[in-house]
């Protein structure tokens, strides 16, 4: 069973760093794009960044400039460092990967359970 799982969240005052990392394990013949999307309470979860499996990177436009994403292919694994954080920036993590499975024919979007990211002013 194909699992995400994220790590590297805190509790950070404002002008701190956070790095965030999900880890995709299970039966995987291969990984298309992988992603952060964030949900901060009472607002809809939206994109954070995302990175396509030949390194094409998008970002939304609060985080340009503050935030990397990057993957490790032979690890399964993608990260996503932040810095400059804000209290605008607190939210539940998530972790977000378009997978197949092994023996599987198609590819289906997978999400991790979450890790808080919380900003202090």
């Known amino acids: 069973q194909v699992q995400l799982v994220e790590s590297g969240g805190g509790l950070v005052q404002a002008g701190g760093s956070l790095r965030l990392s999900c880890a995709a394990s299970?039966?995987?013949?291969?990984?298309?794009?992988m992603g952060w999307y964030r949900q901060a309470p009472g607002k809809q979860r939206e994109l954070v960044a995302s990175?396509?499996?030949?390194?094409?990177?998008n970002y939304a436009d609060s985080v340009k400039g503050r935030c990397t994403i990057s993957r490790d292919n032979a690890k399964n694994t993608v990260a996503l460092q932040m810095n400059s954080l804000q209290p605008e920036d607190t939210a539940v993590y998530y972790c977000?990967?378009?997978?197949?499975?092994?023996?599987?024919?198609?590819?289906?979007?997978?999400w991790g359970r979450g890790t808080q990211v919380t900003v202090s002013s």
């Open positions: 977000e990967a378009w997978i197949r499975p092994a023996g599987v024919s198609s590819y289906a979007e997978y």
């Open positions: 299970g039966s995987i013949r291969s990984i298309n794009a």
């Open positions: 990175i396509s499996n030949n390194i094409s990177r």
